[in-house]
């Protein structure tokens, strides 16, 4: 919740379910991604959710055995986080750049465009590293 001066509760942080894949949460992608918690809790958690259930599991699908998710070890649930986080963060960066910015603290890096292609690129390729492709589209001759 916010309070006075536009802060939000940094306890805040809403579990976000895997169903068969890593669960995520908003408070793991606030420390991950190291972002202000200021920006609206709902709005970063539905972001999660697309990218995670729609895009990379999406992009994913062929490795379900019966209609379930693999077991990842720990380097690739890793790997499959990042990939959600990225995307995600990739998708909040026009929100984040609407936010107001003291001189002082203005944080150039959100508002490139670049960046979004950035973030989209490495989630990219945690998808190929996940799927066994080489991260750079080359497939061994």
Do not use: C
């Amino acid at each position: 919740m916010s309070g006075f001066g536009g802060r939000t509760n940094q306890a805040d942080s809403t579990a976000i379910a895997g169903e068969g894949w890593p669960d995520l949460s908003t408070g793991e992608f606030r420390k991950i991604r190291r972002v202000s918690p200021v920006f609206d809790n709902d709005s970063i958690a539905m972001a999660i959710s697309i990218a995670g259930g729609l895009n990379v599991q999406g992009q994913l699908a062929k490795l379900l055995v019966d209609g379930k998710p693999p077991e990842l070890n720990v380097a690739k649930q890793f790997t499959y986080k990042r990939a959600v986080y990225g995307r995600a963060h990739a998708d909040l960066l026009p929100q984040f750049a609407t936010q107001d910015q003291r001189a002082e603290a203005n944080n150039a890096a959100t508002d490139e465009p670049e960046q979004y292609d950035r973030f989209l690129a490495q989630s990219n390729r945690d998808i190929s590293l996940l799927l066994n492709r080489s991260p750079n589209g080359i497939a061994s001759i």
